[in-house]
């Protein structure tokens, strides 16, 4: 290997982990809602929901995750769970390098969902930027302050709806809120029971989450619970809503077996949530399905 081929395959590299930080398999989970939300109400496709999709498929993703796994470097050294698509373990020398790229990959991006925007969409736009920021930078640090985790968390997920749903200029109804309601509980529900695979990394590294909390059991049942409470809320949603309602079984019966887990076999549900990361995938094709049916009724 010559001495000029070396940095070149370093910068690549280098280059391969940051955008493995923003953990390229979860992409979708923050640009479906997006674009789901402005295409149904606009009906049309056009340049903001192709830019708006974009910005919530990879830059928002980046610095979300990102800022992260900066800022999480020590205590993700001890968690078996980081190094692949569960996150990246970022050397420090890319530390810096991933915080510029996260800042100067959503400055254009934000700028013209502003210039498009209106009041309702500017806020739930910084909304969703504080959320992604707050959750890990320091001082702030929201992951460590427990249940505003699990509330923060879910906001990465369902506020580029809101934002896709105040761009479009789409009204308020019972069924958006019941919708959104839903949402979020299922976001709440998927970072709990994520976190429970990390009470032991996380207690030893003196972080603190809904998991550490109120331990391994408590945060499981309490993931479920928020699961059946989202699919019942889909029930009371307009045609085809209540279909959704289904899409809760699935992490209902991932998760269920760990009804009785303990704090010190916490680490074996990481099974369920491998499970849980492809059920994303299954729950997004239905999503889409209905979502179709919905536009054609």
């Known amino acids: 290997m010559s001495a000029a081929a070396s940095p070149t395959r370093g910068i690549g590299h280098d280059i391969a982990q940051i ?15 997006f674009a789901a939300a402005y295409l149904l109400s606009t009906r049309e496709v056009d340049l903001t929901l192709v ?64 210039a498009v925007g209106g009041p309702a969409s500017w806020i739930w736009l910084a909304v969703s930027v504080f959320a992604v920021i707050a959750y890990s930078a320091p001082v702030l640090r ?9 509330v923060t968390s ?8 809101i934002v896709g749903l105040a761009l479009a200029g789409a009204g308020v109804t019972p069924g958006a809120v019941l919708t959104l309601t839903a949402f979020f509980l299922w976001g709440m529900a998927a970072h ?32 479920l619970v ?13 045609w085809p809503g209540p279909l959704a309602a289904l899409l809760a079984l699935p992490y209902v019966v991932n998760a269920a077996p760990w009804w009785n887990v303990t704090d010190d076999t916490s680490a074996t549900t990481n099974r369920a949530w491998r499970r849980f990361i492809a059920l994303n995938y299954f729950s997004g094709f239905l999503a889409t399905m209905i979502l179709i049916l919905a536009w054609v009724s």
């Open 142 to 150: 929201f992951k460590e302050r427990p249940f505003l985790d699990s």
């Open 192 to 223: 709990a029971f994520g976190a429970v695979q990390d009470i032991g990394p996380d207690r030893d590294a003196g972080i603190s989450s809904i998991a550490t909390v109120i331990g391994a059991r408590a945060t499981v049942r309490l993931s």
């Open 19 to 33: 955008v493995l930080s923003s953990r390229p398999i979860s992409w979708i989970n923050t640009a479906f809602p």
């Open 226 to 238: 928020l699961w059946i409470v989202a699919g019942a809320a889909m029930l009371l949603t307009p």
């Open 154 to 161: 879910s906001t990465h997920f369902v506020s580029p709806a």
């Open 51 to 114: 830019i708006g999709t974009l910005y919530f498929l990879i830059p928002y993703n980046l610095a979300m995750y990102g800022i992260n796994d900066v800022f999480d470097y020590a205590s993700d050294l001890a968690n078996p769970r980081k190094g692949g698509i569960e996150g990246a373990l970022l050397a420090p020398r890319i530390h810096r390098a991933t915080l510029w790229a996260a800042a100067l990959t959503n400055l254009p991006f934000l700028a013209y969902l502003v």
